[in-house]
């Protein structure tokens, strides 16, 4: 993954013009993403860079959120539904890109299942 490349993207995402200000969220998203990867994954692989950059675009997007929540009125804060849209939109773009290198990541779901015979175990 290329720091500079995931700069450009996160910046991209978030229509800021100095990703350079979010250094420590887009370090920790390659180090997130580099966490995720399988043994004989690419690191050069470019989707990388996308993933890396959606995930500091969703850290972000929490942060102001969670920002959003206290809202000042006259007598105080009140929380407040969040109605941060931007919020919404990096949780879908994140999903999209966990996708889109499924191929390169370890598995983050796993399902247990069993089967009875039918009876009942005391």
């Known amino acids: ?8 993207l996160f910046e991209l995402f978030t ?5 350079i200000e979010y ?29 890396s950059a959606a995930i500091a675009f969703y850290r972000l997007q929490q942060i102001l959120a969670a920002r959003e929540r206290a809202e000042c009125t006259y007598a105080g804060k009140v929380l407040k539904e969040s109605q941060n849209t931007a919020y919404d939109y990096s949780k879908r773009l994140l999903r999209d890109y966990f996708q889109l290198c499924s191929d390169l990541l ?7 299942s069993s089967f009875s015979s039918g009876e009942d175990v005391n």
């Open 1 to 8: 993954m290329d720091r500079e490349t995931v700069t450009s």
């Open 106 to 112: 370890y598995p983050k779901t796993f399902i247990f």
């Open 15 to 19: 229509g800021a013009h100095n990703g």
């Open 23 to 51: 250094y420590r969220i887009i370090d920790l998203a390659i180090y997130e993403t580099g966490t995720m990867l399988r043994p004989d994954a690419e690191r050069t692989d470019a989707r990388l860079n996308f993933l």
